[in-house]
């Protein structure tokens, strides 16, 4: 497995949360301010800064809002039915529900060492800040206008697209359509942005999130009492696999912008038997529960065996398809990743002739193969098995042949060795040179 990242999500997940456990960890914070700063969006700035949490140092996040947006975001008192006074109140909507609303804790006994707050986004963008309702296509050019990494983008746009399509199944309309009321505001698009780019930076793709723990009852939000989880936070879950855990706690522990990046940036929910850590950061939570709001980033190491591995296996009788389009699809799917795809012969019930479909992939691959695979073939489902598997030691080098450099993959330990040259590798000197397939395959072989 090597090196990953494993987020422990015990007392559930926000984005800010997020966001500061991966800048305790040591996510860049000078690329984070300059991404922040290309940004085309107005009234806030960012503070980082240490604070307690039940005796524990932690790390907090906060986007702190013009007054024109504040809310009720972790005000405790609103979030459980009650009115406030709103004269002393300090908030903004982190984390992207219009039923998170108020800035807490940093509670009274909290001690704040600040290390810098970040000068106010005013950039002249001719953004008004009455416009807080935005469609997914204005989150998504907001992003777009960041001076960022592409695979930042990525995530971001990833992120914001699950948010999107949770919350058009919840309001039941499209996500073309769906209003960003709840997550399109300003500090909803910093905490998504910023989680993207601090994990980019980080330079670790491999995401561990076994489980997130949710609270339960129910909390107010824009839209009256809902039951916790609410429901943009379940269709989260439902729709990307994520494992959740409902606690006795009473409150909404898991926000839907958190439950998103979750969804985003995770590649496998198990932990390696045995792992060594590298580096901790402790992400700090606004509302004042009976356990302190904590995420706990690790950077790991994995010390099983790197001869045994993880793979799985979809698998689908489809009896309607015909060849071509069965030979379109695996090309898409080997494009996206697939470690092998086959299919061969089978009779169905009443002796009906089909074809069963076999891809092997990592789990992190698992939802975009089984998209093309539905998008492409006539299928109506599909089968899902891990399987565990002992493979050889293997890595990629060179062969140099009269023709020119093959790329080969080399196995290579106490009881074999053999080489394995690339077929792309060699096609490519077949066509330009005019040698033989085989002879250009059997020299590379000899090295």
């Not at 950039?123 to 997914?136: G, I, K, M």
């Not at 992400?283 to 009976?290: L, T």
């Amino acid at each position: 497995m090597g090196k990953s990242i494993y987020l422990e999500c015990e007392t559930g997940i926000s984005g800010d949360m997020c966001v500061a456990a991966l800048l305790d960890l040591g996510a860049n914070k000078d690329v984070l301010e300059k991404v922040l700063k290309s940004l085309p969006l107005d009234g806030y700035k960012t503070s980082i800064s240490r604070v307690k949490k039940s005796g524990l140092d932690c790390l907090d996040f906060d986007v702190i809002l013009d007054e024109k947006y504040e809310n009720h975001d972790h005000d405790m008192e609103y979030l459980y039915g009650h009115e406030l006074n709103h004269d002393h109140q300090h908030g903004h909507n982190h984390d992207g529900h219009s039923h998170e609303h108020a800035h807490d804790e940093h509670n009274h006994d909290n001690e704040h060492n600040h290390e810098h707050v970040h000068d106010e986004h005013s950039h002249d963008h001719n953004h008004e800040h009455s416009h807080v309702h935005r469609h997914l296509s204005d989150v998504i050019d907001i992003i777009n206008a960041g001076d960022m990494t592409e695979n930042a983008r990525k995530l971001a746009i990833k992120a914001f697209t699950i948010l999107g399509e949770a919350e058009a199944k919840a309001h039941g309309t499209t996500i073309e359509e769906v209003h960003f009321h709840e997550v399109g505001a300003v500090d909803s698009i910093v905490d998504v942005i910023a989680a993207a780019v601090c994990l980019d930076s980080l330079g670790i793709e491999d995401v561990i999130i076994p489980v997130i723990k949710e609270g339960s009852g129910s909390v107010r939000c824009a839209h009256g009492i809902l039951p916790v989880p609410v429901p943009a936070v379940s269709n989260i879950v439902a729709a990307n696999g994520l494992m959740l855990g409902i606690t006795d706690m009473k409150g909404e522990l898991v926000t839907p912008t958190g439950a998103a990046l979750a969804a985003t940036f995770k590649t496998s929910d198990r932990l390696p038997g045995r792992f060594s850590v590298e580096k901790i950061g402790l992400g700090a939570g606004k509302r004042a529960y009976e356990r302190p709001s904590i995420v706990r980033a690790m950077i790991i190491n994995s010390a099983e065996s790197d001869t045994e591995d993880e793979i799985w296996k979809l698998e689908s009788n489809i009896d309607d398809s015909t060849g071509e389009a069965l030979g379109y699809c695996m090309e898409k799917l080997l494009a996206a990743g697939a470690r092998d795809v086959h299919y061969f012969p089978v009779f169905m019930k009443k002796n009906r002739p089909a074809y069963q479909l076999n891809v092997l992939c990592k789990e992190k691959d698992i939802e975009k193969l089984s998209e093309i695979i539905f998008k492409e073939t006539t299928t109506i489902g599909i089968r899902r098995l891990k399987m565990d598997r002992t493979i050889l030691k293997r890595y990629m080098d060179e062969a140099l042949t009269k023709w020119g450099k093959v790329k080969v993959k080399v196995c290579d330990n106490d009881f074999v060795h053999r080489v394995y040259p690339e077929y792309d590798s060699v096609k490519e000197i077949c066509d330009k040179t005019g040698a033989g397939f085989q002879e250009v395959y059997n020299a590379a072989v000899k090295g």
